[in-house]
């Protein structure tokens, strides 16, 4: 059994910064890649940063590029988002998860397991 856990959410506002944390526990691969993922009410789960379990290769959403940056000291450190210039488009619920794939994925159906997630909420 795979545990993700996320912390570091909480309230902001726009224009601050906030850094998010997802520790993995439990029956883990030796090499597993990992994405960030958020859901703001009303719409759909999407697609935010990915890191590859060597920290060789990054991918980013376009509606954060430049301000999100994912991040791990090594491959048995958790995974950071940090988060600068937050707008009130990037609250939502931020959700971890791990894939077991070969490549890096940016879809849902790309990975394994999930965290509970972790609300991010950025005032105007």
């Known amino acids: 059994q795979v545990q993700l856990v996320e912390s570091g959410g909480g309230l902001v506002q726009a224009g601050g910064s906030l850094g998010l944390s997802c520790a993995a526990s439990g029956r883990t691969a030796s090499r597993y890649h990992v994405g960030w993922f958020r859901q703001a009410p009303g719409k759909e789960r999407e697609f935010v940063a990915a890191?590859?379990?060597?920290?060789?290769?990054?991918r980013y959403a376009d509606s954060v590029k430049g301000r999100f940056t994912v991040s791990r000291d090594n491959a048995d450190n958790p995974v950071y988002l940090q988060m600068n210039r937050l707008k009130p488009d990037d609250t939502a619920v931020y959700y971890c998860a791990m894939s077991l794939r070969w490549g890096l994925g940016i879809s849902i159906s790309d990975y394994n397991y999930w965290g509970q997630g972790t609300q991010v909420t950025v005032s105007s």
């Open positions: 890191l590859t379990w060597s920290s060789g290769n990054r």
